[in-house]
């Protein structure tokens, strides 16, 4: 059996190579060109994002809020009309 020590030192070697060569430069420039494509689109941090959700959230609450009042008040004018409607002129002359 091999010792795992011995696959411990390969890696470590592989690993040096690699941060040595040509794909640790390979990586940083594409990191650099990443990161300028990044800063052309128009993103927002998570941060933002989860601020943006919690109006969002609020907005919509209040939105139901208002659109039951409003359900409720054209309620009661419709109840308003009808009641108004019954009432006949000649009912009220008396």
């Not at 030192?9 to 494509?37: C, H, M, T, W, Y």
Request: zero cysteines; proline letters at 2%.
């Amino acid at each position: 059996m091999l010792n795992a020590s011995i696959f411990d030192d390969i890696s470590a070697k592989l690993s040096a190579v690699a941060e040595s060569g040509p794909a640790k430069d390979i990586e940083k420039n594409i990191r650099a060109l990443l990161a300028q494509g990044f800063t052309k689109l128009d993103l927002v941090t998570r941060e933002e994002f989860e601020i943006q959700t919690q109006v969002l959230l609020r907005t919509r609450e209040q939105l139901t809020t208002l659109e039951a009042r409003v359900a409720e008040l054209e309620a009661h004018a419709t109840a308003g009309k009808t009641t108004n409607d019954s009432i006949t002129p000649a009912s009220n002359a008396g």
